[in-house]
């Protein structure tokens, strides 16, 4: 099983240097950790720090040197022959592979914004991953009818090799759009253990033969249950992003293994984890610890 990481953009900060500097730091931390895997996530708009995919995955390529690594793109608010451009140089920073990521997304607060409608945004995405498969492929795009009205678009430099196309999404559209155009669909963090286990099961029914089967999973990682504790009961007093909490991963470091030798038995092969807390020290020493989690994992 591998354990990567998708580093959370959002830092509630006075100074926006020093949410930057926390990602990077948190990026260090994972890379000693020996985490296998770097992503970052995608939004906009938003009313806090919040750092954008393609530049801070840049900057964080210089920390993550020799291990796979990507970033989320919702495809519907994005030019594909921006995003193709952004992903042929990312990927080119590193030996690879290069992992897109990619979503329908949804909400009007980051559609408002950027003046893209709701409606029909399944056709903007599945036009635009199409799109930018050719043109990481090296392709010639004509698409002069098509959302984007693209006229011999190309890009330079293409990816050094290909590169993993993961697909997010719960409903059975997603499901299904997964298995049709991607490499693997990317289960996510809301998610209970059994539901992304039953998706994972329809999503394989459509014939999908991928080549990971990632899960995201928000987790804190404590010294011991004093330690767990104290960062999950805000949680359950508050709750966590509307999620069920059941979906989130909190304990000892034996006791994040054992969760994550579940997860293996369910089907998943690839946890990739996001730190809960938003303290920096307590996310440092929770990555610290996934060293000791991999090796219980490893064990078996």
């Not at 801070?56 to 193709?84: K, N």
């Not at 029909?120 to 799109?131: M, N, P, S, V, Y």
């Not at 011991?224 to 508050?238: F, H, N, S, T, Y």
Request: glycine content about 12%.
């Amino acid at each position: 099983m591998r354990v990567t990481t998708s580093l959370s953009s959002t830092y509630l900060v006075d100074d926006a240097r020093a949410g930057a500097g926390q990602m990077i730091d948190r990026a260090r931390a994972a890379y000693a950790a020996g985490l296998e895997g770097l992503y970052v996530g995608d939004h906009h708009a938003t009313s806090v720090p919040y750092y954008q995919n393609s530049p801070i995955l840049g900057r964080l390529t210089a920390e993550w040197p020799d291990r796979r690594f990507g970033a989320l793109y919702l495809l519907p608010l994005w030019h594909p022959l921006v995003v193709a451009e952004q992903v042929g140089t990312l990927a080119s920073l590193g030996p690879g592979p290069f992992v897109f990521q990619c979503a329908i997304g949804g909400g009007e607060d980051q559609f408002g914004p950027m003046g893209v409608p709701l409606d029909g945004r399944g056709g903007r995405f599945e036009a635009a991953l199409a799109a930018i498969r050719a043109l990481l492929a090296g392709e010639v795009v004509d698409d002069p009818d098509g959302p984007w009205g693209l006229r011999r678009a190309r890009i330079s430099p293409t990816p050094p090799e290909p590169v993993e196309i993961w697909i997010g999404g719960a409903g059975p559209k997603a499901l299904a759009r997964a298995a049709r155009l991607g490499d693997t669909w990317y289960a996510g963090p809301e998610l209970t253990d059994d539901d992304a286990e039953q998706k994972l099961a329809r999503y394989l029914d459509h014939g999908a033969d991928p080549p990971c089967r990632p899960l995201r999973r928000d987790i804190y990682v404590g010294a011991d249950e004093a330690d767990v504790a104290r960062v999950r009961e805000p949680l359950e007093q508050k709750g966590y992003r509307g999620f069920d909490l059941a979906a989130l991963v909190t304990g000892t470091p034996e006791q994040v293994a054992e969760r994550f030798l579940s997860l293996g038995e369910r089907g998943f092969d690839e946890i990739v984890v996001r730190q809960l807390s938003f303290e920096q020290t307590d996310a440092l020493a929770s990555l610290e610890r996934l060293a000791e989690v991999r090796r219980l994992v490893a064990a078996g």
